[in-house]
């Protein structure tokens, strides 16, 4: 997020919001860019860095909006979304997910937004235009980073439901991440850099795919992402 909120939105507008994402140095980020609440109107009312968190300080703050990390540790935003099915459908009060994450892959958009999202933005995005959307999603509507708009567009347009791939199944959702930087044709250290871990994680997590999904190089695993449209 590169520019500064605006004050203007904070004019006649609250809204408490809860931050989940397993970089604590984001969400530091994050407060200070719009949890300025006389400034930006946003209050930022708890932070989580993992499901179990989340899904404790959600259910014990109530607040109206969560911003929501695709990749938790705990099972992912999507778990997160499952567990708190009751507070999203509630009469009075729903609390209303709104997407923040690095990950602009299809896969990632959809299954949030099936879980429940009201939307999906991408980390690029600016502190005036996170705010706007927080207070968009407060109200009801529905919100995503341009390009991605598309992507559900195509996946509810359709009246099949998509293909279970067992092999991508068995990956987690960090794991997933991985396999597309690196089908991408990013190092290692671009990777890390990028995912905020080690180099050594990211050799873990690349052994571990090529090994759930019985590959032997980088070069195969390429070309599998790629014959299924991940990169």
Known sequence: MTE??????????????????????????????IG?????????????????QAV??????????????VHLPGGGGVE???RCAPLMAAAEDPVRFLALSV???????????RGGARGYVTKTITGTDLVNSVFRVQEGDAVFSPRLAGFVLDAFASTDAPPVDEDLDRLTQREREVL???ARGYAYKEI????????????????????????????????????????
Not at 15 to 30: A, E, I, K, N, S
Not at 56 to 69: F, G, K, M, S, Y
């Open 4 to 33: 500064e909120t605006t004050g203007s939105a904070a004019v006649g507008r609250h809204v408490r919001v809860v931050l989940v994402d397993d970089h604590r140095m984001f969400r530091t980020g994050v407060q200070a860019e």
């Open 36 to 52: 300025e609440t006389a400034r930006t109107g946003v209050e930022v009312v708890g932070e989580a860095a993992d499901v179990d």
């Open 56 to 69: 404790t300080v959600i259910t014990a703050t109530r607040p109206e909006v969560v911003l929501l990390d």
């Open 80 to 82: 997160v979304l499952r």
């Open 103 to 113: 990950s602009d892959a299809a896969e990632d958009v959809i299954g949030v937004i």
């Open 180 to 182: 597309r930087l690196i």
């Open 192 to 231: 890390a850099k990028q995912l905020f871990i080690s180099v050594k994680t990211v050799e873990s997590h690349v052994s571990a795919v090529l090994r759930k999904l019985q590959l032997s190089n980088r070069h195969e695993l390429t070309r599998w992402a790629t014959a299924r449209r991940l990169v």
